[in-house]
T-cell receptor, first 114, second 111 residues
Framework: GAGVSQSPRYKVAKRGQDVALRCDPI?????LFWYQQALGQGPEFLTY????????KSGLPSDRFFAERPEGSVSTLKIQRTQQEDSAVYLC????????????FGQGTRLTVV | DQQVKQNSPSLSVQEGRISILNCDYT??????FLWYKKYPAEGPTFLIS?????DKNEDGRFTVFLNKSAKHLSLHIVPSQPGDSAVYFC??????????FGTGTSLTVIP
């Protein structure tokens, strides 16, 4: 497809389980972002990649969160030992340039930790 | 600390009338502002943006106004249509690599 694709769309994890969320950005887009959106809140920044380089990970809430983009295209957000407060929609966005003024968002992955 | 605030969680407007969505921010370093629209179960979709060097940007039925001295921006939709019913997020940038989003305003346009 032409847009940002995220999988799975929905994920239910038992507390303590590890999860991996995938983002396929728009082909050729340089920048990739991950955001976390809790219920009733706006999206909050997690991390940013420019090609394969993770330039900003200041928004990752704990060392249980890890993101990678090894070949500068597909990205994976991994959450280890999930906890209930990790339940949220995880949004991925990509942008054709280094700046994100034209970021295109995926549909998100809704993670529920039970 | 919420740097971008949307104080109205919801707004209802009659079809054909003007919808005005408001957004306030605290960080004077923000230099670019955007509005995103979000339907249920979909990701946010870019709507309109404005640079801090401007005070108005217009695109069809959508106009964004920026008042830097008041640290306030607003989105005007004229005329409002039922298909405009969605959650609208205000966002701001200053570092170039992350958006700061508001909490959203749910707009309902009544036919």
């Amino acid at each position: 497809g032409a847009g940002v694709s995220q999988s799975p769309r929905y994920k239910v994890a038992k507390r303590g389980q590890d999860v991996a969320l995938r983002c396929d950005p728009i082909s050729g887009h340089v920048s990739l972002f991950w955001y976390q959106q809790a219920l009733g809140q706006g999206p909050e920044f997690l991390t940013y990649f420019q090609n394969e380089a993770q330039l900003d990970k200041s928004g990752l809430p704990s060392d249980r969160f890890f993101a990678e983009r090894p070949e500068g295209s597909v990205s994976t957000l991994k959450i280890q030992r999930t906890q209930q407060e990790d339940s949220a929609v995880y949004l991925c966005a990509s942008s054709p340039r280094a700046s994100n003024t034209e970021a295109f968002f995926g549909q998100g992955t809704r993670l529920t930790v039970v | 600390d919420q740097q971008v605030k949307q104080n109205s969680p919801s707004l209802s407007v009659q079809e054909g009338r003007i919808s005005i969505l408001n957004c306030d921010y605290t960080n004077s370093m923000f230099d670019y502002f955007l509005w995103y629209k979000k339907y249920p179960a979909e990701g946010p979709t870019f709507l309109i943006s404005i640079s801090s060097i401007k005070d108005k940007n217009e695109d069809g039925r959508f106009t964004v106004f920026l008042n830097k001295s008041a640290k306030h921006l607003s989105l005007h939709i004229v005329p409002s249509q039922p298909g405009d019913s969605a959650v609208y997020f205000c966002a701001a940038i200053y570092t170039g690599n992350q958006f700061y989003f508001g909490t959203g305003t749910s707009l309902t346009v009544i036919p």
